[in-house]
């Protein structure tokens, strides 16, 4: 793994850039400050992929993400072997101008982080910078306008940069064309050193800025001169536009070299992290679900959802101890033990490339980058399983990238959705059918008594994964999560002296359908009136 | 000063609550996550004492304290010399049971604690927790209960405890009674020690658990000595009950000692840092702002706000180089240079206690701690020149402290309001009138022409501090913050020939008012017509 943060970023990119490139696929992850805004976006047995996105997306634009992780795998030519570049990104949105992003956290997600020993010092002093395309515009219309400071009051800034115009005017008041004077100024904070040179020209006819070393050197230049360095220079406005521009980015910069090769984007359970991505570095997430499944489609052609993959093969693995559970970190151990590695034979080897070797000794679950390279490998395995289904495992041989691609195109653009009426959405088109059991109806024997959401919820969730609407205060809904826990219900419910629970019917439970039979029974009789009347008419 | 954090808080408390109650006054400052949840509170020139208690309210429920300074000044007996105690306290709200807070961060304002050199990391893993009343009530609800767990899905926690139940399960089905068993349980998290506590003795009939040192240690015990020791041991229920409270009222403890002791509490530009105590450990900050100021009021009967004595002293100190800014660290700077100190003869002493010596040597500006010792300085050294205003330096002597309260007794309670219609409110009666100078009417003198808020906000801010209020497309408001101000843009557009800008007049340009007016005209009108009609009837 290697670590990149807002001072190394630029040391980086290239080789990320070239990792890009050339991989077979991209697998990511991304850890953030929080998940739920409030207690009404929480999940659902109820929601729809439609619903699900509007409560998503609620929060999305409100938390930030703050660690990206990135493995690109690269298959080794003649080999039967992967070879892993990961990055661990820490991300933070820099303020500058127009932009001062309000973000919100949740306690309790932080202290999950803690719990993985998250650096939040690093995340706040040295995260790298984004902007969506929204705030990227806003921000070349701030810079262009020159007013850098216009209607903020940062006054830490100002005073700063006021001694630094004080201490310029002193010597320039003394200084003859050529010479020059050094201010030090951090070379780390790429808006204060933007600020800084834009200031002192604006402020200044006859003097040149460069960035040197750890310093900022002015010299004094005859007017004429400075028109000239404007075209010329290395330091010219334009280019220093561009350094603060490109600085500013920051992720997006790597966001959109994925958009750019469009190499296959692996994750685990990634609704939410697709949605955040949008949002942060892409676009604000549009109103209409269908927009946000559409533009996402254009711009990553190929998303796998790992954790759609394994809730598929469960079944079919049942008893081999390789999908017991779906969560990354299992699936991890028990696809690379020795028996998940030799279920069948030329699973390939999967390693770190030079210069990411961290992972290999140590451990860290929820780091972005560790799980990104756990999912990209999870991702492997279970491709190979797959490619090799129903052949005798001593029949298995090595394979081909473009072949796992074949055998996995079922499960392509399909993405998990924990607790939900789908277990599923489709980025490529419509959303499947609920597959779960039918709703069950509650009402109270007795006709004087009332329901209690809460109450119910917690008799019901002895059976399994249960949600509550109440319809009124006599008659609940119950979404239940799977069918054994609908037939426990109904059976334990079935003599129950208070409550009567049976499975919902439309035509009869629901009041809108009640409401409609009944008009339709009325203007079935009105018709029948009317015919009658018409009819008495015309035989008249 | 002294660094409190999470699991130190228990060490220093008791000093802490000795050093309250025997102090003269108590600084305080507070640092925080962010100021302005929105563009809509910005604070402006047109604001009064209820609408800047809205645009505050509303941010300071959404942002937290990061941290808390407290400094107490001890005059030594017989001495012309005060002593600091100061605590700088890292706060961060844990999350348990019900309890699970999203708060809101301004980037820049991360920033700016960067800038400070804050400590994120002690932020989150070490800051120490705090509730507020309704808070606390829904807290000890949750626990009354019982069901630690209910409603939440932070399997993280639960597969940690599972853990644990199966590793005492495993144990106890060879342990005889009086053998012990010893878990590692994390000493530093009260949250998890308690649920473990709860756990084990509610699934297992004959356990009980005490802490000791590193380890939770279980003991096998008969049924009926478990319910002896619910009554008499040290890690009975109850007890576990109250300690698990204390340590996630955590800073809410402190707070009710200074609500107990009720010494003058002292702070510059203190408005926000009210706002932000009051929501944080006393009550969720109430609709109503008299509601806000007789509860404050109450409370704490003596405020004083440094930036407010300031900014009044500021006109009688004219020339003397000791208050030309109001800025605490210009205060300081000036009030204890050689200058400031010997203006008036005996100044007293002001040293920090022993076992608070950091910023003796240090310099930590907008460190909570250090802020707070400073402004219980800038206090004392302002009380000192105003007691001996009108008396000759050389006539001076030395001061006790009630003399110094006495004399600032028309300040009390006022605290500092910036970029408003008024520059402080009162705590303990109506607000003052305001003394800003009349608002501005600006027109085009095209009749074709609009106005633009923006465009007008940048001519005229040259001039000072300006807020513009738009009255439809072509009439504008302009609030300044001075008479210079005022003067300088009547100037400077006198013979403008865009626009026409004149001092309101409520008659002549409010629409209401020309509304009111001419509807009394009518009314008038009308009812002298009336009058004719009826006299005209009468004279029939």
Known sequence: MCEVLRDNLDDHIQDIAESIKTCCFIAIDTEFSGLKSSLETKPSLFDDGEERYRKLRGSSSQFLIVQFGLSMYHKLPDKNKYEAHTYNFYLYPSSFGPRDVRFLCQASSFEFLCKHNFDFNKFVYNGISYMNEEEECEMRRHISTGKLFQGLDREFDERELQEYCSAVAVWLSKAKDGETFDLNVDKRNDVIEYIVHMELRQRFDTVWTRRQGDKITVEKVPACEKQKLELTDDFSQVKLENRIMDSLLGFTRIFRLLIQHKKPLVGHNMLTDLLLMYDKFHQPLPDSYKEFKNELHRIFPTIIDTKHISSNLRKLYEGTGLMESTNLMDLYTALNSYKGRFKVLYSPDICHGEAFWRYERDHHPHEAGYDSFIAGNVFIRMCHLLCNEGIKSTSASPMEFYQYMRTIEPYKNKINVIRASLNHICLDGEDPISKRPELLYVQPRNPGSNLSSS???????????????????????????????????????????????????????SQTARRLLWSGVLLGGGITLLALVTSNTKHR
Chains 1, 2 share one sequence.
């Open 455 to 509: 109450q119910l919820a917690m008799m019901m969730s002895q059976f399994g994964s249960v949600d509550i609407k109440m319809q009124g205060t006599r008659h609940a809904l119950v979404a239940v999560g799977n069918y054994r826990c609908m037939w426990d219900i109904l059976k334990a419910y079935k003599k129950d002296p208070d409550i009567a629970v049976v499975k919902y019917n439309y035509w009869r439970h």
